[in-house]
């Protein structure tokens, strides 16, 4: 790449069907990004990591166990971005 970067990307496709709520019966995708680059006679990496890029992450929880079903809703952060600095001793 340019500039000497490194990408690295990885896509999931996740499909839960099955269940009698409509609203948990749902196919969606997940996509992670790492855009990295090495400086300093690779001592030092800025990397700048993504998750959820699509912002279609699922934000309930289920369990089930032969007493009861339970499902939980929960506020999440479905997507982010994080930047690291990374200092390699040698």
Do not use: C
């Amino acid at each position: 790449m340019p500039w000497k970067l490194f990408l690295s990307t990885d896509l999931r496709w996740i499909s839960q069907h099955g269940y009698s709520l409509d609203e948990l019966n749902r196919d969606y995708w997940i996509w992670n990004a790492k855009v990295s680059r090495n400086f300093l006679k690779d001592r030092l990496t800025l990397q700048l990591d993504t998750r959820d890029i699509l912002g279609q992450y699922n934000n309930i929880v289920r369990n089930f166990t032969a007493e009861r079903r339970m499902i939980s809703r929960y506020t999440g952060t479905a997507g982010y971005a994080l930047l690291r600095i990374l200092w390699t001793i040698h």
